[in-house]
């Protein structure tokens, strides 16, 4: 009764695919409904117009990579620089880009958050027991890891701290960041790092656990095998009904 029915480790990876896919979808979902919402588009399509204007001026091609860049001739390589610096000192381009990047970052960011909240905080508030969509699948579910059922205000420090917050939206921002040039090889070592933390902790833990259930001091659970008690009390009762009848039937 009150021993630990750890989850198997291919159903565990099993239903986390599944629910990355649903994640993933509502992710898009929710992007495109924020873009339309705050004008995203217009913004891209404007920086997007000022780079053609100057590329008709200059007549060159703003997106090339540093290969094509070392292929130019002396003269078009100084033609191209003077393009990105006039584009860069462009105010409309400045003015447009500047919400062309805040809009990203925050699409990105809040479109994430609300699948995640929809699929670790709101499906399993409303499937019980810690039950994700893929987890309820899988037989899977989650407790305490003193086997008391899990509260809505764990699950979500569960989702929002340890599931969003360190191993979604830190790798995604530094991706992010990386992408547009703002941090290079440091990003890259954080990232790798929190991967290998990852591993460690399940790796280490008597409960297999991942970060996030380290922050809500959860464990994921063979659910059918498993016995979980609604309240600390109810456990305590059950333990000492135990001792009583162990003690009860001991031989002398």
């Known amino acids: 009764m009150f021993d630990l029915q750890k989850a198997n480790m291919t159903k565990r990876i099993s239903a986390f695919i599944f629910d990355l896919i649903i994640t993933m979808t509502l992710t898009v979902a929710f992007g495109a409904v924020i873009s339309f919402i705050s004008g995203y588009d217009k913004h891209y399509d404007a920086c997007v117009s000022v780079i053609t204007r100057y590329e008709k001026e200059y007549d060159l091609s703003y997106y090339i990579d540093e290969n094509e860049f070392t292929s130019l001739s002396e003269s078009d390589r100084l033609s191209y620089e003077k393009m990105c610096d006039a584009i860069a000192k462009d105010e409309d381009f400045i003015y447009h880009n ?75 921002l530094l991706i992010f960041m990386i992408y ?45 095998a498993q016995k979980i008690f ?8 059950a333990k000492e009904k135990d001792a009583a009848e162990k003690a009860a039937n001991a031989t002398y």
């Not at 929190?194 to 659910?223: E, P, R, Y």
């Not at 609604?230 to 009762?237: F, N, P, Q, S």
């Open 98 to 172: 500047h919400y062309y990047f805040n809009l990203s970052l925050l699409i990105i960011s809040l479109g994430i958050l609300l699948a995640v909240l929809v699929v670790d905080f709101i499906f399993p508030v409303f499937l019980k027991d810690g039950k994700t969509i893929g987890k309820k699948i899988f037989g899977l579910g989650v407790m305490r890891t003193d086997h008391v059922k899990v509260s809505p205000l764990f699950m979500f420090i569960r989702t929002f701290l340890g599931k969003y917050t360190i191993e979604t939206m830190v790798p995604v």
């Open 180 to 224: 547009f040039g703002m941090v290079g090889l440091a990003g890259t070592v954080v990232i790798i790092g929190l991967l290998i933390l990852q591993i460690v902790c399940m790796a280490v833990t008597k409960t297999n656990s991942c970060i996030h259930d380290l922050f809500a001091g959860t464990v994921v659970i063979d659910f059918p």
């Open 230 to 237: 609604d309240t600390r009390e109810e456990l305590i009762a």
